[in-house]
């Protein structure tokens, strides 16, 4: 059974920064593809950051190109997401999720879903 546990939001002031975790399991020796979307109210969901399960494919959101940084530790199963410079824009949900196929992720459809975490950037 697949499992994604995300941790590490908070509230900062603008400038500041946040490093998101997202601890997984259940994938076996299985390829996956991870991101991290996020959603604000009112808005619909983004996809922030996705990264394929050889780290040749990394794709951002233009908007946090430059101060977003996704990486995945195998070793430790943990997807992190680094955010610099944030932004009041930034503040949303922000959600960690998996498919065993690159495209599904891509497309913002992927299989598995962490909780959430909220992230809320003052002005």
């Known amino acids: 059974q697949v499992q994604l546990v995300e941790s590490g939001g908070g509230s900062v002031e603008t400038g500041g920064s946040l490093t998101l975790s997202c601890v997984y399991s259940?994938?076996?020796?299985?390829?996956?593809?991870m991101g991290w979307f996020r959603q604000a109210p009112g808005k619909e969901r983004e996809r922030v950051a996705l990264?394929?399960?050889?780290?040749?494919?990394?794709v951002y959101l233009d908007a946090v190109k430059g101060r977003f940084t996704i990486s995945d530790d195998k070793a430790e199963n943990t997807l992190y997401l680094e955010m610099n410079s944030l932004k009041p824009e930034d503040t949303a949900m922000y959600y960690c999720a998996a498919d065993r196929t690159w495209a599904m992720v891509e497309r913002g459809r992927p299989t598995y879903w962490g909780q959430g975490t909220q992230v809320i950037v003052s002005s």
């Open positions: 990264i394929g399960p050889t780290w040749t494919n990394i």
């Open positions: 259940g994938f076996g020796h299985s390829p996956y593809s």
